[in-house]
Nanobody, 119 residues
Framework: VQLVESGGGLVRARGSLKLSCAAS????????MGWYRQAPGKRRELVAQ???????NYADSVKGRFTISRDNGKNTVDLQMISLNPEDNAVHYC??????????????WGLGTQVTVSS
């Protein structure tokens, strides 16, 4: 199983970016998917999470600015980010709980994509 992120980059404050993540490999079922981020010197933190049914959960710091969505047919999860500010500078990681078969679920991480917001 692989998670591959795309869409990071450099943007000015108050700008927008969209991150995408595609899962591939042995995918019997994909359960929760989400995005985490880690800024230099800080712990990795949850940004947003979405269940297979579409229920979402956001960190307080991104509510109203970020929107998570998924396409179960394409095995993808996106994070639309608007009104970015320098506090959003971080490596953003895709996360997913995936069953490769009926009985076993594992947690997977992408390699991360850098989001840099200039003031």
């Amino acid at each position: 199983v692989q998670l591959v992120e795309s869409g990071g980059g450099l943007v000015r404050a108050r700008g927008s970016l969209k991150l995408s993540c595609a899962a591939s490999g042995s995918l019997f079922r994909i359960n929760d998917m989400g995005w985490y981020r880690q800024a230099p010197g800080k712990r990795r933190e949850l940004v947003a999470q979405i269940t297979s049914g579409g229920s979402t959960n956001y960190a307080d710091s991104v509510k109203g600015r970020f929107t998570i969505s998924r396409d179960n047919g394409k095995n993808t999860v996106d994070l639309q980010m608007i009104s970015l500010n320098p506090e959003d500078n971080a490596v953003h990681y895709c996360n997913a709980y995936i069953q490769a078969n009926r009985n076993y679920e594992s947690e997977y991480w992408g390699l991360g994509t850098q989001v840099t917001v200039s003031s």
